[in-house]
């Protein structure tokens, strides 16, 4: 996926992207809107994040005038506002959603993916490896032509381990890239997500391989 | 908040008063000076009358072989006939001698020759006119004075007064009347552009504070020209005070952003126990100050907006629709299945903002306190009243706690380690109770929290 991000916090545009870099995504930044519009009729994105308070105006003014540009790439509003009413007039003027800031990252997947999955368009982004097809937008996994729906929090981890083959992920890790830091989650809870992947993927030339007291590694046969 | 208002009197009733009494004086001086008008032209005509009577007996006395004579003459009396037959008397003095007629009427104190003299007198407890005149006669024995007095009842003239009286008062009545209706239009077109003002300032909304546009009275200009002081003033300092949360909001918020975004990348890299323990302490808190900082503001603006409730027509479905589809990814991370169940068409009069930010809360709590992989349902039940219901399998409320949690920073004691600020149920219960509705907490019988509101 392509994500184009607006915002004109240096740092936080930084933290951000690395973090979506990190799930896979490649980021364009644009630090105001007149560099936005550049990016935005340069080359096409999967998906927008737009600040709305940017040096240069209003980031609602972006998304109405994209919008009335007829560019229909889905946009997800981070806004530091908190007035409800403000939420609301955003998604009028044609935003998908928003989060509002300070926010939790695994909530921002969330909403991206519910987003995508929405508006899901023809070309959805399949991972294959052997006989294994996985669509992250779907949330579906097909073996040899048989389809899974996977829940979100297999899904979201089958995508981990798909999107870096070979690399060796702690349970501490797992926890902190799936989980929200609401959540009361144990690292044992991984281990029941890691068992489930592994019935669905039973019979399949990919196969989840512990290494006792380092984690776990997605292994492909052949 | 409206504040006792100190009223004295009324302006219209006021101005009506001093209307109609001026109305009234004036029409009593009008009949009091109309009736002594007439009443002093008809003397004076009655004064005419004696006075030509009495010069033609007068004309008529003269002295013949030393002897006064003194003829009346027909007119004289006939002259002084009346419709009202009024009775005449006469009497003649030469020289302060009684002569003739009605000795015991009246004389004047004063004698003239010029002209003759007039006085009303009681006489035979009847009021009279009496004229009297004299006339120097010159005889052989040297000059001797006549004087004869004439005296008219007046009862002619009573009559005619009163019959003028009659119609002055009825004038003056009359006048009364209209002056009186004049003055109740006049006090009534006067409060009436005063009323329209008042209705045009009530019948608007509480958003609106746009200068008042009608005409009024150039009396009236400095009120509303006031008026239109105090309301930009009072537009002004909201939009700064909403324009100054929203700013403050953004300063506090985005170096938070920054701050955990940060605390999340690093975590990534990190393996040291005792500094990924520090950071996830860092994210907590910051989660904490954002969200009591959040709940807060948006606690404030529901009590701003329950006191100026806005009144449009709410299908609670859609709006609950809506958020449901807000909140599915927050429910997805959880593969929470949430679900919306509706038994008919749920429409409310009341302020869509405040109706979401109370469900929104509801919501909210059920996701956060629901254990992993479970349902929490949405049910809006149409009777036997209007209810809305969201129900989850999480561990419920404490038993004792139930009646209490909607206080202000009253948190339950079992939230774990869930980031929460307790104010979400104060948020769901004022902004319900400014719907004229209440909010329930119970737990059901088969596990799990129910949060209602019903309307």
Redesign the interface.
């Known amino acids: 996926m392509k994500y184009l991000l607006i915002e004109d ?1 240096q ?2 545009a930084n ?2 992207a ?2 979506i870099r ?1 799930d896979g995504h490649s980021v364009d930044h644009a630090a105001q809107i007149g560099d936005a519009i550049a990016f935005v009729e340069a080359s096409e994105y999967d998906l927008i994040l737009l600040d709305i ?1 940017l040096p240069d105006g209003d980031g609602r003014s972006f998304l109405r005038e994209q919008r009335a540009r007829n560019n229909d790439t889905p946009i997800i509003v ?1 806004t ?7 939420r ?1 007039g955003m998604l009028d003027l044609g935003a998908d ?1 928003y989060v ?8 921002l997947e ?2 991206c ?2 987003v995508l999955r929405r508006r899901a368009g023809p070309a959805q982004t399949c991972i294959t490896i052997g006989d294994v097809s996985f669509s992250t937008v779907a949330g579906e996994l097909t073996i040899k032509g048989e389809t899974i729906n996977l ?3 297999e899904l979201r981890l089958l995508e981990l381990f798909m999107n870096a083959r070979g690399h060796v992920f ?1 349970k ?2 797992l926890v ?2 799936l ?6 989650i144990s690292e044992n809870a991984i281990e029941v997500y890691v068992g489930r992947l592994r019935k669905h993927l039973d019979g399949s030339s990919v196969q989840i391989t512990t290494l006792r007291g380092i984690g776990y590694r997605l292994d492909h046969d052949g | 908040m409206t504040a006792e208002v100190n009223v004295t009197g009324s302006l219209r009733r006021r101005l009506a008063l001093i209307l109609t009494g001026g109305a009234a004086v004036l029409a009593v001086i009008l009949f009091v000076v109309v009736r002594a008008l007439t009443s002093q032209i008809a003397q004076q005509e009655q004064d005419n009358i004696l006075s030509a009577s009495l010069s033609s007996i007068l004309d008529s006395a003269a002295i013949i072989d030393g002897q006064l004579q003194l003829d009346f003459p027909y007119a004289s009396l006939s002259m002084l006939g009346t419709p009202a037959d009024d009775r005449v008397f006469y009497a003649i003095y030469e020289d302060e001698t009684f002569l003739s007629g009605y000795g015991d009427l009246p004389a004047p104190q004063q004698l003239r020759i010029d002209r003759p003299e007039f006085a009303t007198h009681l006489f035979n407890a009847d009021p009279v006119r009496i004229a009297t005149g004299a006339r120097t006669l010159i005889g052989t024995d040297g000059p001797r004075v006549i004087s004869v007095s004439i005296a008219q009842t007046q009862d002619a003239l009573a009559l005619r007064l009163n019959g003028i009286s009659r119609n002055v008062a009825i004038l003056g009545i009359g006048f009364f009347v209209m002056a009186s209706a004049l003055a109740l239009w006049a006090a009534a077109t006067t409060s009436d552009q005063l009323m329209r003002l008042t209705t045009s300032v009530t019948r608007r909304g509480p958003q609106d504070l746009s200068p008042v546009a009608k005409p009024v009275p150039s009396e009236m200009v400095p009120l509303v020209g006031s008026l239109n002081t105090l309301m930009a003033r009072l537009d002004q300092s909201l939009t700064q005070s909403e324009d100054f949360i929203a700013e403050a909001a953004h300063r506090i918020r985005t170096p938070l952003a920054t701050v955990r975004a940060h605390a999340e990348a690093t975590l990534q890299r990190v393996e040291n126990p005792e500094n990924r323990k520090a950071l996830h302490a860092m994210i907590r808190a910051i989660d904490e100050s954002s969200r009591a900082a959040g709940q807060l503001l948006d606690h404030a603006m529901v009590t701003f907006r329950a006191e100026n409730l806005e009144q449009v027509d709410v299908d609670l479905n859609e709006l609950l629709s809506e958020l449901v589809q807000r909140m599915k990814p927050v429910a997805e991370m959880k593969d929470i299945a949430l679900t919306l169940e509706t038994e008919g068409p749920a429409l409310i009069l009341g302020d869509p903002i405040l109706l979401q930010n109370a469900l929104r809360n509801l919501i909210d709590n059920a996701l956060k306190y629901a254990a992993a992989e479970t349902a929490v349902e949405i049910r809006v039940k149409t009777e036997p009243t209007l209810t809305i219901q969201v129900l989850d399998d999480g561990p419920g409320f404490a038993a004792d706690e139930v009646e209490t949690l909607s206080g202000r920073f009253v948190r339950g004691k079992d939230t774990g380690n869930k980031i929460g600020s307790g104010l979400g149920l104060t948020i769901a219960q004022a902004a319900t109770e400014a719907h004229g509705g209440h909010l329930s907490l119970i737990n059901r019988p088969e596990g799990g929290a129910c949060a209602s509101l019903h309307f």
């Not at chain 1, 530091?80 to 403000?86: E, H, L, N, P, T």
């Not at chain 1, 989980?179 to 009361?184: H, M, N, P």
């Open positions: 916090n740092e936080l933290a951000i690395a973090r990190l308070m981070l530091a506002r908190s007035q409800v009413s403000d609301i959603d509002t800031k300070p926010f939790d990252h695994a909530e969330a909403r993916r519910a829940r979100n929090r702690s501490q890790k902190d890239r989980f929200s830091y609401d959540d009361d």
